[in-house]
């Protein structure tokens, strides 16, 4: 754990502690951009794949994102929304420490010189702009898989780390309206297309409203992995005709 940013991982961050790192903390590293290198990124997801033997390559490759955009997204709301820091995460900023499955375990941070600054929604659209667009690119590209899934998965876990942020009852409330913002808008600032706006889904289950995804994230292609729950928009009496 990053000492200085200890105070935001509480409740349910706390299982984040460890998703942002120094330099020095771990062995196995590699350059923000060495995720934009064909050869490198091919090399994660085939270590990745040993995980989940004879799945669906694009599942593979959903999965890796959603533990990607986990371990940063997650930890920098946080950060944001709490603490008032804004991380600096740009692709060309960090490092990526992987596991001996190629997994990311955690954002290396250059320093723990981190700015408290007023938190607005540049803070959060420069995450992904900088960060998670050039990955989905790229990985769509070279995987031939939905650049929407990719964007799905982000939303997803940037709306969930939104709402424990709010449940915590701390967080900034003007941080809180721009990333509800960023998602909530059909044009970015640069009145380009939102890739994230509409990806989330508000339905009745019961008596019960539960968000859920536009788009299925694949999971189900992976051998052993259950259905994802209320959140999946195909349920696995459905799921052959997922992704479709």
């Known amino acids: 754990m990053i000492p200085s940013l200890a105070p935001c991982f509480t409740g349910i961050f706390v299982h984040y502690k460890d998703t942002l790192a120094l330099p020095g903390e771990h062995d196995s590293v590699i350059s923000g951009r060495d995720l934009l290198n064909r050869d490198a990124s091919e090399n994660l997801m085939a270590r990745f794949s040993e995980v989940h033997a004879g799945g669906d390559r694009r599942a593979i490759v959903s999965m890796w994102t959603q533990w990607h955009f986990g371990a940063l997204i997650i930890p920098t709301t946080a950060a944001m929304l709490l603490l008032g820091r804004d991380l600096q995460v740009d692709l060309e900023r960090i490092s990526v420490a992987v596991d ?29 702009q900088n960060h998670v667009e050039p990955l989905i690119r790229h990985f769509a590209a070279q995987f031939r898989i939905s650049t929407r899934l990719l964007w799905n998965n982000a939303s997803e876990i940037f709306e969930w780390a939104l709402d424990q942020a709010e449940a915590i009852g701390t967080a900034q409330s003007d941080a809180l309206h721009a990333g509800r913002s960023l998602l909530g808008t059909r044009l970015g600032g640069s009145g380009q297309p939102n890739p994230m706006y509409g990806l989330a889904r508000h339905v009745m289950q019961g008596e019960t409203t539960v968000r859920q995804r536009k788009l299925c994230c694949l999971r189900y292609l992976l051998p052993g992995i259950e259905c994802c729950g209320s959140i999946c928009p195909s349920p696995p009496a459905s799921s052959a005709n997922a992704g479709s």
Do not use: C, Y
């Open 100 to 128: 001996d499955q190629g997994k990311t375990m955690a954002i290396v941070l250059h320093n723990e010189e981190i700015p408290g600054v007023p938190v607005s929604e540049h803070s959060f659209s420069r995450v992904f």
